[in-house]
C-alpha cells in the first residue's frame, strides 16, 4: 500500500476510528470569525479557487444525522490538503478577546500536524499560548499581497506524490462518461426512493445511457476495505429487504402488480460501483468479495484506473 496514506485511527472525542485519510482531498479548511472577517474570506476564496483548491469552513457544511463536530469541523480539518486560520479578536464589552471557536479549531490543527497558515491583523495582539509561533500580520491594505506567496508555499509543500480522492466534480463526471454511466438526475419519485436506500451509507446513484440500468457509486477512497464490504454488504441487506416486500407495498395499495414487477426487474440488475485510492486497497477488497455473499456485480476502481481512463480520453479529444 501506499507509504503516502495515513488515516486517522484514533478519534479525540472517543468515538470509533474514523478512517479518514490526511491530505485527501485538495481542499483548504478556513478557520475564522463569521462575523468579522468578509474581506478577507472574499479574498481567500478568489485566490484558492484560481488555484484548484476548494475551501471548506464549519459554517458551510450541513450533518444531518450526523456528529456534527466530526462532520463539520474535524473530518475536514483531517482531509484538507492545508490550513488557513484567521486569528482576529472580537469585541465584546470593549475589550478584545480570543475566537473561542477559532482557536480550538487551530488547536485541532496543531494536533493532526498540518501545514497551517496563520493570519492576524497587524494591530492585534496574540494569546499568549500561540504568541510564539509564526503569523502573518496584515493590514486590509496587504493582505492579499501577503495571502499569495504563502498560498503557493502551502500548495508546494502539501502537494500529494499519490492521486487525491476524487469528488463528485467534472473530473469524475468524465470519467463515469467513459463507463457510460451518468449521475442519475432524481427526477422520477421511483428513482429518488431508489436513490435514498443508499444515501445512509454514503453511495450515489448512476444510471447508464439508456436509463434502464442503475448502479450504486461509493467513493470510498478515504476507507479501509473492510469497512467498503461492510457498506456493500449492508446495501445488499437493504435492497433484498426492500425487494421482499415489493408483494405486501401492493397488497397494501402502493403501487399496482405491474409497477412492482418493473421495479422489481430493474433492481434485480443493480450492480455496486466503489472507488478505492490503491491499488493495495482494490486487491484486498476483491479477496472481501470472493468470500462475500454479495450476489450484484460489483466493480472496483482504484485512483490509477481513473487516472489511465482520463489520460486515455484525454488523447482522444486532444
Not at 475536514?76 to 472580537?90: A, T, V
Amino acid at each position: 500500500m501506499d507509504k503516502t496514506i495515513r488515516r486517522n485511527e484514533k478519534c479525540i472525542i472517543g468515538l470509533p476510528r474514523c478512517d479518514f485519510v490526511f491530505s485527501s482531498t485538495r481542499t483548504c479548511f478556513i478557520a475564522y470569525g463569521f462575523e468579522n472577517s468578509t474581506m478577507e474570506m472574499n479574498i481567500l476564496l478568489e485566490l484558492l479557487e484560481k488555484r484548484g483548491i476548494q475551501a471548506v469552513e464549519a459554517s458551510g457544511a450541513l450533518a444531518p444525522a450526523q456528529n456534527a463536530f466530526c462532520a463539520k469541523i474535524c473530518s475536514k480539518i483531517i482531509m484538507s490538503q492545508f490550513c488557513i486560520i484567521l486569528l482576529n479578536n472580537e469585541s465584546k464589552n470593549g475589550q478584545e478577546v480570543p475566537n473561542a471557536n477559532v482557536n480550538m479549531e487551530y488547536g485541532l490543527m496543531l494536533g493532526f500536524n498540518k501545514y497551517i497558515i496563520p493570519f492576524q491583523r497587524e494591530s492585534q495582539e496574540l494569546p499568549f499560548n500561540v504568541a510564539g509561533l509564526d503569523t502573518i500580520k496584515y493590514t486590509n491594505s496587504n493582505f492579499k499581497t501577503l495571502a499569495i506567496p504563502a498560498i503557493e508555499q502551502a500548495i508546494r509543500e502539501t502537494q500529494q506524490d499519490r492521486h487525491s480522492p476524487l469528488e463528485p466534480d467534472q473530473l469524475l463526471g468524465a470519467f463515469l462518461l467513459t463507463q457510460k454511466a451518468l449521475i442519475s438526475p432524481l427526477e422520477s419519485d421511483g428513482e429518488k426512493n431508489f436513490f435514498n436506500l443508499g444515501v445512509p451509507l454514503g453511495f450515489n446513484l448512476l444510471n447508464d445511457f439508456s436509463a434502464m440500468q442503475y448502479m450504486f457509486l461509493g467513493n470510498f477512497a478515504a476507507f479501509r476495505p473492510e469497512i467498503i464490504l461492510w457498506r456493500l454488504e449492508t446495501l445488499r441487506d437493504i435492497i433484498d429487504g426492500r425487494r421482499k416486500s415489493i408483494k405486501a407495498r401492493v397488497n397494501a395499495g402502493f403501487g399496482t402488480a405491474k409497477q412492482a414487477k418493473m421495479a422489481d426487474k430493474l433492481v434485480s440488475k443493480v450492480e455496486f460501483w466503489v472507488i478505492v485510492t490503491s491499488e493495495g486497497d482494490k486487491k484486498a477488497l476483491g479477496e472481501g468479495l470472493k468470500n462475500s455473499t454479495i450476489k450484484y456485480p460489483v466493480r472496483v476502481f482504484s485512483m490509477e484506473d481513473i487516472q489511465i481512463e482520463l489520460e486515455k480520453l484525454g488523447k482522444q479529444v486532444g
